[in-house]
């Protein structure tokens, strides 16, 4: 997490730029603004250049053409997944030394109070000190530094840091801890212009919802890029594409450009079929009366003419493929009964914490259910007493007959074989399948060509989860438990997943931060909270209004 107070007013203009490293082209004469207020949503496939763009904005990288314009005095914020070295703060002070300008403006304030102490103080300098104090603290007001550490405590508890861990050093906190903490600092920064490169990582669904809702109501302008497609949707309202060396402006949210773009795909192989047509018939006429002289003026006027045609090259997007999932035998119409059940958790301490208690419940065939629930409540906990992953302290949980579950975990991800390539782990898993089905499942979880042939050790975190998810999924389960599957994936991964879901002909447990992938597919929600499990049999939107009902009766 880096900050610079850079030189520009509120709107940044990158204009014909053309970036490159070696032989590889990123983009070349691209251009887009960021007007004041803007929410931009910075798509593209992985390697296309979405970082790149941030950096070059911040000025940690040049480019190789072009120029980029930003006017005076703007504020900008950049929060990226490198996050720097936390330690000897405290979450809370660590979040206020972020504050700029305020920070300075304090300690300046404080000079000047230490001066006006000065009994050997002249008047003459009294009364210039004074002025600058009034100044100053006029400053310090308008910024909003006296009620700097109220902003701190509440956005820290809305990213799920709360009182209790306001003053727990830095140090102590997980890697994905330290990323709301250098979230919390860049919201805290409050500028003109906030870069964001995926800042729902690392988040729960509750900090997602209130991030999102801070977005909306910052007056600056964003620009995103974010794997969750409905936290885009609700925020952005325009878009820029990074792919196949172009950056491409759309306006709208994700949802308007993906319709766009299709329709733009189309324009394109139409009018790329009319210039072949064209050229076809051009060069017919040339090849024919080449020979003839009394012809040669006019074969010599199309041949320069057809030189000076740019050509219309149709990008090259992969095929989605489509796999026949296996048929699973067909298991008991119920698939998992639990009667209840009760979970202790020994902490580290040897206490003993109480996930949740006496919980009952009964999932049938074909249901998709969605586990949801604070960070810590317990949805992991249950699906890991379902998978058998664990036992519970108390209570009976079964599984019906003749149930094939395969289980989804981020744990799972430690069980590949880095010296193995994607194709030889797969086959590892599905030892009777032929390569041509294992290349043809490959391609459906994105895995193409070459693609297929890396090691798992160099791997991202979303590509190992596509490798494992796509193990469980050819295989012939009738329970799939997925535990946060949609982590690390970006969109059109998520999309893959998403359809393998929706045809999958078995019963589906899961957890996501997902609220689009959860929206698609939830017939019923089982929710953890306060140490007990409540059913809601209906849609995520059911569950949404239902809940929300619930809470404001309790409150009245």
């Known amino acids: ?103 300075e403006l304090q300690k300046e304030i404080a000079r000047l109070e230490a001066r006006l102490s000065d009994p050997d103080l002249g008047e003459d300098e009294m009364v210039k000190v004074l002025e600058q104090y009034g100044d100053m603290q ?15 405590q509440e956005i820290l508890t809305g990213l799920g840091i709360g009182p209790e861990d306001y003053n727990r050093p830095t140090e102590s906190f997980s890697g994905g801890w330290k990323m709301r903490i250098a979230l919390a600092k860049i919201l805290l920064l409050n500028p003109d212009v906030l870069l964001m490169d995926e800042p729902t990582n690392h988040l729960d669904l509750e900090s997602i919802v209130w991030l999102e809702e801070w977005l909306r109501q910052f007056k600056g302008s964003i620009l995103m890029t974010s794997h969750d497609r409905e936290f885009m949707n609700r925020l952005v309202h325009k878009i820029v594409e990074v792919a196949f060396q172009t950056i491409t402006v759309y306006s709208g949210n994700y949802d308007y450009y993906e319709k766009e773009k299709a329709i733009r795909m189309e324009q394109l192989i139409a009018a790329a079929k009319r210039q072949e047509d064209m050229l076809a018939k051009e060069e017919e006429f040339i090849a024919r009366f080449a020979a003839r002289a009394s012809h040669a003026a006019q074969v010599q006027s199309r041949v320069k003419k057809l030189e000076k045609i740019d050509r219309i090259e149709i990008p090259t997007e992969e095929k989605a493929i489509q796999f026949e999932w296996p048929v699973p035998p067909r298991g008991g119409d119920e698939v998992v009964k639990f009667e209840n059940l009760t979970k202790i958790w020994k902490t580290d301490e040897g206490k003993e914490k109480l996930v949740f208690s006496k919980a009952n419940g009964l999932i049938k065939r074909l249901d998709r259910v969605a586990v949801v629930g604070v960070n810590g409540a317990g949805k992991s906990t249950l699906l890991k007493i379902i998978s058998g992953q664990t036992q519970a302290s108390e ?86 438990v997925l535990d946060e599957p949609t982590n690390h994936l970006d969109i059109v991964s998520r999309e893959v997943l998403l359809d393998a879901v929706k045809n999958f002909p078995g019963t589906v447990i899961i957890v996501s931060h997902d609220r689009y992938f959860l929206r698609e597919i939830t017939t019923r929600v089982f929710e953890v909270d306060k140490n007990k499990v409540s059913i809601y049999d209906g849609s995520w939107d059911y569950y949404l209004d239902k809940s929300e009902r619930l809470k404001k009766q309790a409150s009245t």
């Open 1 to 103: 997490m880096k900050i610079w107070l850079k030189p520009a007013a509120y709107m940044i203009h990158l204009s014909s730029i053309t970036k490159q490293y070696g032989n590889k082209v990123l983009y070349k004469n691209g251009s887009f603004q960021i007007n004041p207020g803007e929410k931009i949503g910075l798509v593209g496939p992985n390697g296309a250049g979405k970082s790149t763009i941030f950096r070059i904005i911040v000025g940690e990288e040049g480019v190789d053409g072009g120029t980029i314009s930003k006017s005076d005095k703007t504020v900008i914020g950049y929060f990226s997944q490198n996050i720097e070295e936390m330690g000897g703060k405290t979450a809370l002070q660590e979040v206020i030394s972020s504050a700029g300008k305020i920070s």
């Open 138 to 152: 006029a400053d310090f007001e308008r910024l909003g530094g006296y009620d700097l550490e109220s902003r701190a």
């Open 395 to 480: 209570g009976n949980m079964q599984l019906g007959a003749s149930i094939e579950l395969g289980y989804f975990s981020q744990n799972s991800l430690d069980v590949l074989d880095p010296n193995s390539t994607i194709v030889e782990e797969v086959h590892s898993h599905l030892p009777t399948a032929g390569m041509g089905q294992i290349r043809t499942l490959l391609g459906a979880f994105k895995f193409s060509g070459e693609e297929a042939d890396k090691k798992i050790s160099v791997l991202s975190g979303g590509e190992k989860s596509r490798v494992v998810l796509a193990c469980i999924l050819a295989r012939p389960v009738n329970l799939l």
